[in-house]
């Protein structure tokens, strides 16, 4: 079973800069597909970015662009890069692996875009 921490939020204005990352720990992350997914009070959590176990990568259309996701198998680490913040993006931020074996969350970090 694998612990997932995130890290990198923060207050930031807009037409910002934010490197979100995600520390695993208890098993590898190159058995997982890895993801990050994000929150507001008002919304249902959704999907942000993912990559696969095979490095291919899917965005939602409102981060197309903007948002990079990477993984560093050998530091077990995977990297949410947000560019051009908008005010739209604020949120938590969840990191999420999943395989076979089950789905995996990490407690979330707050983004909050605001001048």
């Known amino acids: 079973q694998v612990q997932l921490v995130e890290s990198g939020g923060g207050l930031v204005q807009p037409g910002g800069s934010l490197r979100l990352s995600c520390a695993a720990s208890?098993?590898?992350?190159?058995?997982?597909?890895m993801a990050w997914y994000r929150q507001t009070p008002e919304k249902q959590r959704e999907l942000v970015a993912r990559?696969?176990?095979?490095?291919?990568?899917d965005y939602a259309d409102s981060v197309k662009g903007r948002f990079t996701i990477s993984r560093d198998n050998v530091k077990n680490t995977v990297y949410l890069q947000m560019n051009s913040l908008k005010p739209d993006d604020t949120a938590v931020y969840y990191c999420?692996?999943?395989?076979?074996?089950?789905?995996?969350w990490g407690q979330g970090t707050q983004v909050t875009v605001s001048a």
């Open positions: 990559i696969t176990r095979s490095g291919s990568t």
């Open positions: 208890g098993s590898s992350i190159r058995v997982y597909a």
């Open positions: 999420n692996g999943a395989n076979y074996g089950g789905t995996y």
